[in-house]
């Protein structure tokens, strides 16, 4: 079956736009969680929805960021005015049950 | 001090060896273990998971939890080149505790044929 897409997979963007990022998670999946990638860092958490609600927000580094899930399905990650420190690999994963996540191939975003 | 250490490596093993990875950990609090498995430019791909201590032993691979130590540890015996990826562990304390995964940085293995 279909597993956990992203979009983009790539995006290059200058310093100071705002940029979505997209999350497609397993039908039927009700917890979402999107995470961030830096090289050398592991992955560094940024928030987890349960159906719609986010019951963590913790791990989002600055008001810039923000996240959002419609539907209890696709869900969107937005940073504005981008920096570079934001450059990094974003990648989402999804969970019927909490104990086991699939990720999706992340979205590689560039700040220049 | 970082909730979950991991060395990063490199670590470069010629086929055929048993290769052993490893984390420390700081929470006496995390009772779920995981390893996942994340080849260049793709998501990780959850590998072994563990609750608590003991070992868990899956075709070549076997995760070992020692919760006295805070040391897990992933072995991986003959060793393939398809073996070659970063591994990351990961960390929880468990339900209804913010639902909250704790990664290390990955440790890269290159198996060599």
């Known amino acids: 079956g279909a597993g956990v897409s992203q979009s983009p997979s790539n995006k290059v963007t200058e310093k100071g736009k705002d940029v979505e990022l997209r999350c497609d998670p397993i039908?039927?999946?009700?917890?979402l969680y999107w995470y961030r990638q830096s090289l050398g860092q592991g992955l560094e958490f940024l928030i987890y929805?349960?159906?719609?609600?986010?019951?963590?927000k913790s791990g989002l580094p600055s008001d810039r960021f923000s996240a959002e899930r419609t539907g209890g399905s696709v869900s969107t990650l937005t940073i504005q005015r981008t920096q570079q420190e934001d450059s990094a690999v974003y990648l989402c994963?999804?969970?019927?049950?909490?104990?086991?996540?699939?990720f999706g191939p992340g979205t590689r975003l560039t700040v220049l | 001090q970082k909730e979950v250490e991991q060395d990063p490596g490199p670590l470069s093993v010629p086929e055929g060896a048993i290769v052993s990875l490893n984390c420390t950990y700081s929470?006496?609090?995390?009772?779920?273990f995981m390893w996942y498995r994340q080849y260049s430019r793709k998501g990780p791909e959850l590998l072994m998971y563990?609750?608590?201590?003991g070992n868990k032993e899956d075709g070549r691979f076997t995760a070992q939890v020692d919760k006295s130590s805070k040391y897990i540890s992933l072995f991986i015996r003959d060793s393939q080149p398809s073996d070659s990826a970063t591994y990351l562990c990961?960390?929880?304390?468990?339900?209804?505790?913010?639902?909250?995964?704790?990664f290390g940085t990955g440790t890269s293995l290159t198996v060599i044929p």
């Open positions: 563990t609750y608590s201590s």
């Open positions: 994963a999804s969970s019927s049950q909490w104990d086991t996540q699939y």
């Open positions: 929470n006496s609090a995390f009772q779920y």
């Open positions: 039908s039927g999946h009700t917890a």
């Open positions: 929805f349960q159906g719609n609600s986010a019951p963590d």
């Open positions: 990961a960390m929880s304390r468990g339900p209804n505790t913010g639902n909250q995964f704790y």
